[in-house]
């Protein structure tokens, strides 16, 4: 057991705590300990309840000593994106429009973690509106790397990227639009899985998109993932999309070697115009899965360019629908690049909308019928390893459009076709940041992708790697 109960994994402390051989208080000590060190530098949270969080690890240390467990999380503190509403709390979604906002219901997705016994520490930044892939909010500042605090951490789950990189939390909720779960994991070096669209319920989550909104988890290892998506996962009477049906065994999933699966690798778009350092660890991580037995084979996509380009019109249509009032009444009370993107979908016809949506039944077909042959798909989460916070920033960087437009290429055409992609660090610059691979399965096929993560984590160590 590590000498500082934060730096052990989400399933690690949960079964440490579940056989007492450490206690809740120990371990959200550690944790606000790590907080109290880290918060100034990262800006990670957006709220740090340190008293609450204290006086429910002692109630849930005393229910424990009673024979009295909650749940497979009884006691684990963490802390989550702040667009997840939790009955009596401030949820500000990263915006000044709801800086006071008090949620009077708790969403399906966090009440089923408390459920499983988890305890809250605060709240995490984000984006606003969660409207945003770099991690830059003008109401709450940007949140920042903990590899190099110079450089972006991803959006729009900026603080549930950084807090579990920087082992605050030992694992935090995301939400997945356009890739906002996958670019954090990517550029913060931790494991974020994006659920097929209609896997978790999203009631009670601020939504983005109607169409393309996806819950997931960001956690240290797939397994962390696997634990969290089994309890979450499953039918809801308040999210008509959820699906119904029984919920797999995701953690056994974990167990299983990849030896004979067969791993697609995209002939194109996925592998163009990558930064040489981000081509260098997809060639390492192709071999480590070699070497695991599995068999790669070159797979042959239909036109990813036209998804992405479809993903982002799906995507602002359905923002600016949800924000139109607000748009109407408070636009000074957003910032100008939230702004300006919502905007921007008020311009699109609702022919070019409806088309869009249109589309999407026989894409998702094609793109069934390309990789038929394969287990799953391998490719960068991004053409990068984490730009700066400066050469980012729309207000202060004249190429920012450009860079930014640069880092959602290879996550919106999933979103678009609500595929499940699992994000898992494979690498690292000599610069030291992070890079992230994400694994694309087929619908309703987490199990295959947490399978393939968690024998590559047995393989390799950067998963387990903390930054300074």
């Excluded at 290892?221 to 309890?231: I, K, S, V």
């Excluded at 990789?371 to 989460?381: E, R, W, Y």
């Excluded at 047995?458 to 903390?466: G, I, K």
Aim: net charge neutral; proline share 5%; hydrophobic share 45%.
């Amino acid at each position: 057991m590590s000498a500082e109960p934060a730096l052990m994994s989400l399933t690690s402390v949960a079964q440490a705590i579940a056989q007492k051989k450490i206690s809740s208080r120990e371990v959200t000590r550690s944790c606000l300990d790590r907080i109290a060190q880290w918060q100034p530098r990262l800006n990670a949270f957006m709220a740090v309840e340190a008293e609450a969080a204290l006086k429910a690890a002692d109630a849930a240390d005393a229910a424990l000593a009673k024979g009295a467990a909650r749940g497979a999380l009884h006691g684990v503190p963490l802390a989550h994106k702040d667009m997840y509403y939790d009955a009596g709390k401030v949820v500000t979604c990263g915006s000044k429009i709801r800086r006071d906002f008090v949620a009077t219901t708790t969403s399906t997705a966090l009440q089923r973690l408390k459920d499983a016994g988890t305890i809250r520490l605060g709240s995490l930044q984000m984006v606003e509106f969660a409207y945003g892939p770099t991690g830059h909010n003008v109401h709450y500042g940007a949140v920042r790397n903990p590899w190099n605090v110079d450089h972006i951490t991803g959006g729009s789950s900026s603080g549930s990227g950084s807090a579990v990189a920087a082992r605050l939390t030992f694992a935090a909720l995301g939400s997945d639009t356009g890739g906002s779960i996958r670019l954090p994991a990517h550029f913060c070096g931790v494991t974020g899985l994006k659920t097929t669209y209609g896997r978790i319920s999203r009631a009670g989550a601020m939504p983005l998109s109607q169409s393309l909104d996806t819950v997931g988890p960001l956690a240290r290892t797939a397994e962390d993932c696997a634990l969290l998506l089994g309890l979450m996962a499953g039918a809801d009477p308040e999210d008509p999309t959820a699906v119904t049906g029984p919920v797999p065994d995701y953690v056994a999933a974990t167990r299983g070697a990849i030896k004979g699966l067969t791993i697609g690798v995209p002939t194109a778009f996925y592998v163009d115009d990558l930064d040489a350092e981000v081509a260098r660890i997809l060639d390492d991580t192709i071999a480590t899965l070699k070497r695991e037995g599995a068999q790669i084979v070159q797979v042959e996509l239909p036109e990813q360019r036209q998804l992405t380009a479809a993903c982002q019109f799906v995507l602002a249509t359905e923002a600016a629908a949800f924000h139109k009032r607000w748009m109407i009444e408070r636009p000074g009370d957003y910032g100008p690049q939230v702004l300006m993107r919502l905007q921007n979908g008020l311009a699109i016809s609702g022919v070019s909308y409806l088309e869009a949506m249109r589309w999407r039944g026989s894409a998702l077909a094609a793109h069934n019928a390309a990789v038929a042959g394969v287990d799953a798909m391998i490719a960068p989460a991004a053409p990068v390893a984490a730009p700066t916070i400066a050469e980012s920033d729309v207000g202060n960087s004249p190429d920012a459009e450009a860079v930014i437009q640069r880092l959602t290429r290879f996550t919106r055409p999933i979103n678009y076709l609500g595929l499940p992609s699992l994000a898992i660090p494979a690498g690292f610059t000599q610069g030291g940041l992070p890079v992230g691979m994400q694994l694309v399965g087929r619908s309703f096929d987490e199990a295959m992708l947490l399978r393939i993560g968690a024998a590559f984590q047995r393989a390799t160590d950067f998963h387990n790697r903390v930054p300074n």
